[in-house]
């Protein structure tokens, strides 16, 4: 690994762009500056107080859509958990980079902006690159949702996504289905309830019956759809019946399954008691595996595994959920340097280890889209 992706990983990671409320604009800005100091051409994009999405761009003199590249630079919050490592320090300790979004994924966006530069002649002389880094990912895509809605999209041939795989090459990731769901009562004394209508009863029935609500079959590489609530809010004071309640349900798909079939079904289970809205609606990804170039892409990427590489997809969603039929589906990759299971934790980190290969990786598939070797 060279230190240029050491040193930017650090950088970026000494940026607080937590999310809520996100303020990428600094990083965002510090980021452009870097780019364009290293022969990128780089546009900024806000889509609110403090919210950027960038895309930088290396021209090729061949004809065809470039390689795409596309990370976000906002991170979820810190967790209660007292860290033992400063998550904005980018500190170092055995083969371990600590941060707030070091696998999350600001190692990775460091790795793949390194390999373009370092491969700078490859792609002038190719079809270009693309780099689409992002704001607002961890909330639903807000970030990539901008940039659809400003039509700044460019076409690219490829994309890959800098999640966090381990440097396993992912074929795709499930859809996410985020369902508000909300109760409506009526108060009364808490010692007179028998004169109102408890808002909080009426979640608990509908709860139950989300416990054994299947959002739909399962999918031969996604395997069964799952449902979770994770937060509820009802009441104001322990004196009072509550008259409202609403609480927020995950739902995770697969291509198999759609969406607006799955609210259906889910709103006619509860029942009229229950209104239900949709907070995030995010298809699943599924690139074919016989693609050219994901076949190369597997290839690439053998070398750095013991078993044979297989198709896999992982259960969180990305920007491409959003970007691929936006940009008219083209193969894509989930490829990074994080380990998935440091996402979101406690004391996250990178493994030094798999950020030299993820340089090194993306150095080649990027020669290999430029020389159309794949």
């Not at 409506?184 to 309830?193: E, L, R, V, W």
């Not at 449902?227 to 008259?243: E, K, T, Y």
């Not at 970007?323 to 989930?334: S, W, Y």
Request: net charge negative.
């Amino acid at each position: 690994m060279t230190d240029r992706t050491l040193q930017l990983a650090q950088r970026l990671l000494g940026f607080d762009t937590i999310n809520p409320p996100g303020n990428e604009a600094a990083c965002m800005a510090f980021f452009a500056g870097w780019l364009e100091d290293n022969g990128f051409e780089v546009t900024l994009s806000g889509f609110g107080e403090d919210r950027v999405n960038l895309i930088a761009r290396i021209v090729g003199e061949t004809a065809g859509d470039p390689l795409g590249f596309t990370g976000h630079l906002d991170t979820v919050p810190l967790g209660n958990q007292r860290w033992q490592h400063d998550p904005f320090g980018s500190s170092i300790d055995g083969d371990r980079l600590y941060g707030r979004g070091a696998s999350d994924m600001k190692a990775a966006v460091a790795a793949f902006a390194v390999a373009c530069v370092d491969n700078l002649a490859a792609i002038r002389q190719g079809s270009g690159v693309v780099l689409l880094i992002t704001g607002g990912e961890e909330t639903g895509c807000d970030g990539a949702k901008a940039l659809i809605s400003a039509g700044d999209l460019p076409a690219v041939g490829a994309l890959i996504v800098g999640e966090p795989t381990a440097n396993y090459p992912v074929i795709g990731h499930k859809g996410a289905l985020w369902l508000r769901c909300e109760t409506q009562g009526k108060t009364a004394h808490g010692a007179m309830p028998e004169l109102g209508i408890n808002a909080i009863y009426l979640a608990a029935e509908a709860l139950g019956k989300i416990q054994s609500f299947t959002p739909g079959a399962p999918h031969p590489l996604m395997k069964k759809p799952t449902i979770n609530v994770g937060r509820i809010q009802g009441g104001l004071n322990i004196n009072s019946v509550p008259d409202r309640t609403q609480f927020d349900v995950d739902i995770r798909t697969a291509p198999n399954l759609q969406h607006a079939t799955i609210r259906q079904n889910l709103t006619t289970t509860l029942g009229e008691k229950v209104m239900v809205s949709t907070l995030v609606d995010l298809p699943a990804v599924l690139s074919e595996e016989d693609n050219r170039w994901i076949a190369g892409v597997y290839r690439r990427c053998q070398p750095l595994h013991d078993q044979p590489i297989e198709a896999k997809i992982v259960p969180y969603f990305t920007d491409a959920s959003l970007l691929l039929p936006a940009m008219g589906n083209p193969p894509c990759i989930i490829l990074g340097p994080g380990e998935p299971t440091m996402a979101h934790q406690t004391d996250e980190y990178c493994l030094l280890g798999r950020l030299a290969e993820a340089e090194r990786l993306y150095g080649q598939l990027i020669v290999d889209w430029e020389t159309a070797e794949y």
